[in-house]
């Protein structure tokens, strides 16, 4: 490996064909064909809109979680507040204070970008953005309905929750990306932390695919 910054470069193919297989109710299944490495390859892959999510700190350094069903793994886990970037044209910093006010009846007013990640790309385009989230008040409760109706809502010391995900005991991947990287970033004095409403290149609708 050449010598320099460690970093995943956003890189530009040409893209031959792409199709939506199956046009699903919340994200897409899409097959393209693009040229690389003197070849034309085909792949399928789940094509998601994004999301995002929020690490909410309060002044004693507890982290804000939800716990609620998901039926894919038959988990009732604890997450952090999260959701899909599926409103046209929202920012998603936006996104994220509407997901925190949404779903624990919260907001914030110091928003700072703590992480960002795939979920899986070999198989799909789904990029998160976990943000942190100070200076916390209450707001007035929304309804909420189907795997949303009965959240549980907890704050937990930031400790804690990096001794239950280093003990295997939650298993949700934002809220052990989101853990982790807030437990480093403190520990360098939050020096990590980026603005809110840096580029995000790594999104789907930011790509440099050439048709």
């Known amino acids: 490996m050449p010598d320099g910054l460690l970093q995943d470069d956003v890189l530009a193919v040409e893209l031959t064909a792409s199709d939506v297989v199956y046009d699903g109710a919340i994200w897409d299944v899409r097959r393209d064909s ?3 490495n003197g070849t034309n390859i085909t792949r399928e892959y789940l094509d998601h809109p994004g999301a995002v999510a929020v690490l909410a700190l309060d002044e004693h350094d507890r ?3 939800i ?12 997450e952090l507040p999260a959701g899909l970037l599926d409103v046209t044209g929202e920012n998603a ?5 509407r997901e925190l006010a949404e779903e624990a009846d ?3 007013s110091e928003w700072a970008l703590l992480t960002e990640f795939y979920t899986s790309p070999g198989g799909s385009n789904e990029a998160i953005r976990v943000y942190l989230a100070r200076s916390v008040s209450a707001v007035a409760a929304f309804d909420r309905t189907d795997e949303e109706a009965d959240i549980e809502l907890r704050w937990v010391p930031l400790d804690e929750c990096v001794d239950a995900v280093m003990a295997r005991r939650i298993a949700n991947p934002i809220l052990i990306v989101g853990v982790l990287s807030a437990q480093v970033a403190r520990s360098r004095g939050w020096s990590t932390l980026a603005p809110a409403d840096l580029p995000w290149p790594r999104h789907s609708l ?3 695919i050439t048709a």
């Open 34 to 36: 693009f040229a690389y």
């Open 206 to 208: 930011n790509r440099n």
């Open 67 to 78: 716990k609620q069903y998901r039926h894919p793994t038959g988990l009732r886990g604890w």
């Open 93 to 97: 910093v936006v996104g994220a204070q």
């Open 63 to 65: 982290v804000l979680l």
């Open 106 to 108: 919260v907001v914030a």
